[in-house]
């Protein structure tokens, strides 16, 4: 399998691929690889000759400093891993800080027409700029006919979405379900760092999405998110940030629910030191 540090060997890749007229899938991740980012990438190798993965702990999307330090970065597992769903059509770009920001680790500012205030955005300051810059750069190195992202960001998707049509970035992003462990548990590189008990408590954050969801045909979005808030106060592991009830276009909280729009329930949860996200479709 081929792996690449420096943009110039993607370039050299790149170049005798495009020559032969081959599709090109990209998967951008952060490393700690699990089955939910290898759903992604059989996806993507469904749909594409070959599949670009990059992996890169991207310091300009972590608000936290702390969170940055201890994300785990595995990269010699990654490539093995990779390497049993297949050694000849996938590529590994797996650069150095330098190599994406030479010397200038900064974020671009970005305007997503508010998706980037709502949710991750209140809480997480300058995260969607620093994935914007990321992607976008990404995207530039790659040159990628098609990139595929997890609905388990589903924020970040839309906001990928928007940045691709605001820059009319010429590659077509495909959103993929959520893929989660046997206990529900939407499958993230942090679940690696869960304490035993904090692990065997988090399954309570999907079974509680499902239940909002079944109240979503009768009950009003103000009395579901009331039920959640009062749920997660009689659970002593599990420290709820928020809920929220929002449309999937504009990620607005609602007010009134419209049989002509889509909503998702979105959820964030702090897990002793670990912070968890997930989210679920109601109609
Ligand atoms: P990350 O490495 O966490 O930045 O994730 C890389 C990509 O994998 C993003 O598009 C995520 O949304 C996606 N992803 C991570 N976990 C999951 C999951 N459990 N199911 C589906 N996609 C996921």
């Known amino acids: 399998m081929q792996v690449a540090n420096t943009k110039e060997h993607i370039a050299n890749l790149i170049l005798d691929l495009r020559k032969t007229n081959t599709s090109i899938g990209f998967v951008p991740t952060m490393g700690a690889l699990h089955e939910g980012h ?5 996806k993507a190798l469904q749909e594409n000759e070959v599949v670009f993965v990059s992996i890169f702990v991207n310091p300009t999307q972590f ?7 201890n994300y785990p970065r595995t990269l010699n597992r ?6 049993t ?3 000849t059509r996938i590529f590994v770009y797996a650069p150095s800080v330098e190599d994406i920001y030479i010397k200038n680790v900064r974020s671009i500012r ?12 209140e809480f997480r300051d300058g995260h969607f700029d620093g994935v914007g810059t990321i992607v976008k750069r990404l995207f530039e190195i790659i040159t990628p006919d098609k990139a595929y992202f997890g609905e388990k960001d589903f924020q970040q998707l839309q906001i990928i979405r928007k940045l691709v049509e605001k820059n009319n970035l010429p590659v077509k ?3 993929c379900k959520i893929h989660r462990e046997p206990s529900g548990l939407a499958m993230s590189s942090r679940n690696e760092r869960l304490s035993p008990e904090h692990k065997a408590a988090s399954p309570f954050i999907y079974k509680t999405l499902q239940a909002a969801k079944k109240k979503f045909g009768t009950k009003s979005a103000t009395k579901i998110t009331a039920w959640v808030k009062k749920q997660f106060e009689n659970n002593e592991l599990l420290v709820l940030e928020y809920f929220i009830i929002a449309d999937t276009d504009t990620l607005k909280p609602v007010k009134r629910k419209s049989h002509l729009k889509k909503y998702r329930a979105f959820i964030a949860v702090h897990a002793g030191e670990i912070r968890l996200i997930d989210n679920i479709a109601l109609n």
């Open 173 to 175: 992003i495909i959103g």
């Open 63 to 69: 608000e936290n400093k702390k969170d940055l330090k």
């Open 110 to 121: 970005f305007n997503f027409d508010g998706l980037e205030n709502e949710m991750e955005g």
């Open 85 to 87: 769903v297949s050694k």
């Open 78 to 83: 990654d490539i093995e891993l990779l390497k």
């Open 38 to 42: 290898l759903s992604l990438i059989n």
